[in-house]
């Protein structure tokens, strides 16, 4: 079993930042990464940004791509997404994946 527990979500305006976190736990196979993906509402889920435990691969989608930064500190089994220059398309509930377990959400709002 895997626990993954987001925080860090909040109501913003546009160009602010905000840093989500995951707390993982449980079975989390170092081999395997973990991602980031976001629901707004009405829409379709879509993949956000991607690292593996040991930080040497990420990948971002184009719409994120220099605004957002993920990351991962190992000892806490915590995945990072800062995010900054936020726009009000970032709304969304923003989840933390690792292979099938999703972690419960965080809302993110950003106003104009």
């Known amino acids: 079993q895997v626990q993954l527990v987001e925080s860090g979500g909040g109501l913003v305006q546009a160009g602010d930042s905000l840093r989500l976190s995951c707390a993982a736990s449980?079975?989390?196979?170092?081999?395997?990464?973990i991602r980031w993906v976001r629901q707004a509402s009405g829409k379709e889920r879509e993949f956000v940004a991607s690292i593996t435990w040991s930080g040497d691969y990420i990948v971002y989608a184009d719409s994120v791509k220099g605004r957002f930064t993920i990351s991962v500190d190992m000892p806490k089994s915590t995945v990072y997404l800062q995010m900054n220059n936020l726009k009000p398309e970032d709304t969304a509930v923003y989840f933390c994946v690792f292979q099938n377990y999703w972690g419960q959400g965080t809302q993110v709002t950003v106003s104009s």
């Open positions: 449980g079975r989390t196979f170092r081999n395997y990464s």
